[in-house]
């Protein structure tokens, strides 16, 4: 499972769009690109997936440039509410899947 | 709602006793995972079934054991509970596709004393 690295934590003021870097410099042919948020004390939240260029939902952005070896999660006009801690997920589900979800990165949206 | 239960919520025990944390999957979904996130720490993979085989084993502890039942809902049993074991324990349940989505449940609050 390829190994990621993001920021420890961000800050950012209510309004502002907010993007989150991701490495993951050994990533798979077959390795998707899962982001998941996390608020204290409950379960994590599937947020957005992708495989390559550029994944919209009603929540946020993914891009992810031609070599795969980074992602950037774009959360529009965050609010208060956004505060949370969001983890960078890579790999393949298939049976035998060992899960990494490493430290996160603890994002503070400032009133 | 993620359509995955845990129960109980809260489990309050002492030292060196034995625990039972249940989970009910989402509907569909044939695998089960279980995590745990201490204090302030990441989520800490423990182990996952599929369709009520083990599948991947993360750093699971020797006390600590799981299953996954017929009816695809699972069991995470901790013995001999050590202050250490306190933490949130989440299990989480997928579809099983070339994907590496989750939907995890509320979670365990398990208090040692």
């Known amino acids: 499972l390829a190994k990621t690295t993001q920021p420890i934590s961000m800050d950012s003021y209510e309004g502002q769009e907010v993007n989150i870097t991701c490495s993951h410099n050994?990533?798979?042919?077959?390795?998707?690109i899962t982001w998941y948020q996390q608020f204290p004390s409950q379960g994590p939240r599937f947020i957005i997936q992708?495989?390559?260029t550029k994944v919209t939902n009603e929540v946020a952005s993914l891009f992810i440039p031609a070599d795969r070896k980074s992602s950037t999660l774009s959360l529009p006009r965050v609010s208060l509410s956004d505060t949370a801690v969001y983890y960078c997920l890579v790999g393949v589900s298939g049976g035998y899947q060992k899960v990494t979800f490493g430290t996160g990165t603890k994002l503070q949206v400032i009133p | 709602d993620s359509g995955v239960t845990q129960t109980p919520k809260h489990l309050i025990t002492a030292t060196g006793q034995r625990v039972t944390l249940r989970c009910s999957p989402r509907?569909?979904?044939?695998?089960v995972y279980w995590y745990q996130q201490s204090l302030d720490q990441g989520l800490q993979f423990l182990i996952q079934y599929y369709n009520g085989e083990e599948r991947a084993k993360g750093n699971i502890l020797e006390r600590f054991s799981a299953q996954q039942f017929p009816d695809l809902h699972s069991e995470l049993n901790l013995s001999s509970l050590e202050l250490g074991d306190s933490a949130l324990y989440f299990c989480?349940?997928?579809?099983?596709?070339?994907?590496?989505?989750?939907?995890f449940g509320p979670g365990t609050r398990l208090t040692v004393l």
């Open positions: 992708g495989y390559k």
């Open positions: 509907s569909g979904d044939l695998s």
């Open positions: 989480a349940s997928s579809v099983e596709t070339l994907s590496n989505t989750q939907y």
């Open positions: 050994n990533i798979a042919t077959n390795d998707y």
